[in-house]
């Protein structure tokens, strides 16, 4: 069974930090390129930033360049989304996904959002981790 847990999410106040963290099973975590994308309630989902399967190539939107950094470990089945600077409008659900062509879909769309982040058939989908951000 294929798995995708987020983790990591919580409450925080403006300025503050938090590490996601994104698990994955039940297929080749180190063939996939991971990205992270987040949804609050009554908004477009948002993609956020994606990392290549190896070689540690990032892209992240305009959403949260400078501000968020993913990362990976192939050892451990797991990503990593660093956030740092958070806002009250970064709170969302976020969730992981792999995909074999998701550094195409990120270089396609730097405001990646709305029909294209949200039509587009991920190869795996997670569950998503709750992030909330205090003003």
């Known amino acids: 069974e294929v798995q995708l847990v987020a983790s990591g999410g919580g409450l925080v106040q403006a300025g503050g930090s938090l590490r996601l963290s994104c698990a994955a099973s039940g297929f080749t975590f180190a063939d996939y390129p991971i990205g992270w994308f987040r949804q609050a309630p009554g908004k477009e989902r948002e993609g956020l930033a994606c990392?290549?399967?190896?070689?540690?190539?990032?892209i992240y939107t305009e959403f949260v360049k400078g501000r968020f950094t993913i990362s990976r470990d192939n050892a451990k089945n797991t990503v990593y989304l660093q956030m740092d600077g958070l806002r009250p409008e970064d709170t969302a659900v976020y969730h992981c996904a792999a995909d074999l062509h998701l550094l195409s879909l990120f270089k396609l769309y730097p405001r990646l959002q709305g029909a294209p982040a949200e039509k587009y058939e991920y190869d795996y989908w997670g569950q998503g981790t709750q992030v909330t951000v205090s003003s």
């Open positions: 990392i290549s399967s190896r070689d540690n190539v990032t």
